[in-house]
């Protein structure tokens, strides 16, 4: 997982509140074992004009003009700001993965569905909470602002223009800090135990040998 100290992203306004995981990434997409190839399929339903498929190349696929990640304006964005409880609805751990595959390093919303928070730390996307005033003014400055972006600052936990001219503190968990700055997920956090784990696994096959025909 890649390790966030300091982002500065585009910003693309979702105007919308309680968008769940299936808009995020649709049912039919859940299919797949593995963990990469997501992106594209972000918001799915709502970027196309036609019905995606699995394994469908995206490419030539026709966009809906009026959603707001195709407007060219917010091309290569990689903060998304929204409305409240955002990730509502199932819990798939897909919907944060397409949102980072996508290019969202951060999001900014009043509120979070629960899991959808909790997940989107292991996939080193960072979830910013802010009152509903300052999303408010936030959305603001983007619609009179092309190219309006924003810095994400962790280690001070400050999101902010670059210019300094707005500026918003932001909570969160101080395990939750330590693990993005350091780019450690949850096997990374089991692996700084390798040697330790070695080890204890060397010790134990010593004691009991003939665990070794069985594993």
């Known amino acids: 997982m890649d390790k966030f100290t300091v982002h500065e992203g585009l910003v693309a306004p979702l105007d919308r509140a309680n968008v769940d995981t299936d808009a995020i990434i649709p049912k039919q997409f859940l299919k797949s074992i593995r963990r990469t190839g997501f992106g594209p399929n972000l918001f799915d339903e709502w970027r196309y004009l036609d019905h995606g498929e699995p394994g469908q190349d995206c490419t030539n696929r026709p966009l809906n003009p009026d959603f707001v990640l195709n407007q060219p304006r917010y091309q290569g964005a990689s903060i998304l700001l929204t409305r409240k409880n955002f990730g509502c609805g199932s819990s798939r751990e897909h919907a944060p993965w397409a949102l980072q595959q996508y290019g969202f390093r951060a999001i900014v919303a009043p509120s979070f569905a ?36 924003l810095v994400v600052d962790l280690e001070n936990q400050v999101l902010r223009t670059p210019d300094g001219r707005i500026g918003f503190e ?24 390798a040697d330790e784990i070695r080890a204890f696994e060397e010790r134990h096959l010593a004691r009991q040998p003939w665990l070794a025909n069985t594993i």
């Open 114 to 149: 629960d899991i959808f928070f909790n997940n989107c730390y292991k996939s080193g996307l960072l979830p910013i909470v802010l009152t509903e005033a300052q999303v408010d003014q936030l959305f603001n400055e983007v619609k009179a602002t092309t190219g309006f972006k």
């Open 170 to 193: 932001f909570a969160i968990d101080d395990f939750r800090k330590y693990c993005l700055l350091n780019g450690l997920d949850d096997i990374g956090l089991t692996l700084r135990h």
